[in-house]
Every structure is written in C-alpha cells, then in structure tokens.
C-alpha cells in the first residue's frame, strides 16, 4: 500500500511542475489554426494521443508486471505526453475558447476535458474551469463528463469522495461540488 501511495504521490509532484515552459514549436501550432477543420485534426490527434499512451500502459503492465520498468518508463512516457498535452490545450482555449461540439464535433469538443482531467493537478483544474463551466452551460460538454471532473477535482483537493444524500439530479450534484471547491465566483 506505501509503494502505492509513494507512486501516485509521484505522478502528481510531476505532473504538476508548474516550470513547464510551453515550445516555440507549440505556439506556432496552436497558433496556425486557421480553418475548423485544422482545429478539429489538431484536437482529435490530441485526442488519440492521449487515449494511446495510456492503452499502451496497460498493455506493457498486462506483459510485463504491475513493477516492472518497463511500466515505469511507459509511465514516464503517459507523464510526458499529458505536459505536452495540457500546453497545447490551455494555449487553444486561451487562443480559441472551448470548442464547439456542433461546429467542430463531439470529440473534438470533449479533448479539452480528457486532457485536463487527465493532468492530476489541481492547479491546472482550478486554472481552466471556467472554460470546462461555459462548455458544460453550452453543451458542449456532457453533464457525467463535468461532474466526473468536479469529483476529481474534490478528491485531489479534500483526500476523500463528495457526497450527497440520496436522490439527487446530477445538476444537484454539480452546483453543490462548484460550492464545496469553492468555484462559484468562476460561474459568474
């Protein structure tokens, strides 16, 4: 269980590095985006890149072992990829906004939450929620998708799983975890 714990403790140090900088090469990227269908391969190719790594884990623990380092370095490797990742997509949505799911597509619309989900940092979640709000307002983004990243969000900030007495509507669930992170100011 420790070697668990030191683990995960791990992923998030690195994965949170806020000393990231962001590559000439991916601003010119983002930036060359000029028609919806560049915006949709951009995003979707993120998508894929994303989806890939982390296939690409479970198959080398499967061969090789829940210790192996041949785990470690796929890990490394899923590390990398979501830094690279999040640059790209908080530069989009500052760039862009969040895309739309009826000009660009659903997919395309949902890489932003994958990537920012996928980052465990709370700094990155806390930095890019108004974007995942408005996208969630406009339907852009699915109500499950949204309040799977607010869970997420509570259990990285609190240690433990928000609950709320039974039955509740998923809206309830969503407005009452935008209060309990302290979001409300951000829905405004």
């Known amino acids: 269980m420790n070697k668990i714990i030191c683990y995960l403790l791990f992923v998030l140090i690195v994965a949170c590095n806020k000393e990231d900088k ?8 983002v930036k060359s985006l000029v028609t919806n269908d560049q915006k949709i391969a951009f995003l979707e190719k ?6 890939k790594v982390r296939k690409a884990l479970n ?11 041949e785990k470690e370095k796929a890990i490394q490797q899923m590390i990398k990829n ?27 619309a949902g890489t932003p939450w994958i990537v920012i989900h996928h980052s465990g940092s709370i700094e990155s979640r806390q930095r890019n929620f108004a974007y995942l709000y408005k996208a969630y ?6 109500p499950g998708s949204f309040s799977f990243y607010l869970e997420r ?3 990285l900030k609190y240690g433990n799983r928000f609950t709320l007495p039974n039955p509740y509507r998923q ?5 009452s975890l ?3 992170l302290d979001l409300s100011e951000l829905t405004e």
């Not at 962001?22 to 990227?29: A, K, M, R």
């Not at 080398?60 to 210790?67: A, C, K, N, P, S």
């Open 153 to 155: 969000f509570h259990k």
């Open 22 to 29: 962001i590559s000439e090469e991916i601003i010119l990227e």
């Open 82 to 108: 979501d830094r690279a990742n999040l640059q790209k997509i908080e530069l989009y949505l500052q760039e862009y906004g969040h895309p739309s799911k009826d000009t660009l597509g659903e997919l395309a």
């Open 59 to 69: 198959e080398v623990e499967l061969e090789f072992g829940y210790d192996s380092n």
């Open 46 to 51: 993120i998508h894929r890149q994303d989806q």
């Open 178 to 180: 935008i209060k309990r």
């Open 137 to 142: 307002i406009n339907e852009d983004l699915k």
């Open 171 to 175: 809206e309830q669930l969503i407005d």
